[in-house]
């Protein structure tokens, strides 16, 4: 029971979701939204008084009001103008490695990676074109997803030592690297 609490009650100490906002639900939504209401037109068909389907009304909005706003996305802010201006001036032809929602905005690059730790592991066909890359881009006001923060962290602690990486940019949310040194085999 604690577990569907969870899920419907996203707010506080239980807001262990990220929002994917409209990137990947965006196609899907009319067919979900259309399969919603023939269900309910059914299940509404199903119960018989009207003291029944004024109670499962009822649940149903007090569901939809228990969710926390999770269908709802986050306000468009100059944080995010910031960060999307910052992504562009990149050069193209670089490789980049960034956060994964923000490769829309890093878009004709040489080669652009999402931080994932397959790209760490020595056998994987990408590493060493990903530890190798021209820029790294950290942005902790961006969803970290498929990673965490933790990673991201250890990622960043790796780069500052790196003697081949310094930094080009620095503010409070966001952190820029660029190689400057050759690679490394």
């Not at 009650?9 to 399969?35: D, E, K, R, T, W």
């Not at 919603?36 to 109670?55: M, Y």
């Amino acid at each position: 029971m604690e577990n569907v609490i969870k899920t419907f009650c996203q707010f506080g100490i239980y807001s262990f979701f990220f929002p994917l906002n409209f990137h990947f639900g965006a196609s899907v939504i009319p067919f979900v939204f259309i399969a919603f209401v023939f269900g309910l037109s059914n299940l509404a068909q199903h119960i018989r008084n009207a003291k029944q389907k004024l109670l499962f009304s009822l649940f149903c909005v007090v569901l939809l009001l228990l969710n926390g706003g999770y269908y709802r996305t986050e306000r468009f802010t100059r944080e995010n103008l910031k960060t999307i201006n910052l992504v562009k001036r990149i050069p193209s032809g670089t490789n980049l490695v960034t956060h994964g929602h923000l490769l829309p905005y890093a878009g004709y690059r040489n080669l652009n990676y999402y931080f994932a730790q397959p790209f760490e592991l020595s056998y994987h066909p990408y590493h060493i074109t990903f530890i190798n890359a021209d820029y790294y881009y950290f942005d902790d006001t961006v969803n970290p997803y498929p990673m965490d923060k933790n990673y991201l962290d250890e990622k960043i602690a790796a780069l500052k030592k790196d003697a081949r990486y310094a930094v080009l940019y620095e503010d409070a949310h966001r952190l820029l690297f660029k190689r400057f040194r050759p690679v490394r085999p």
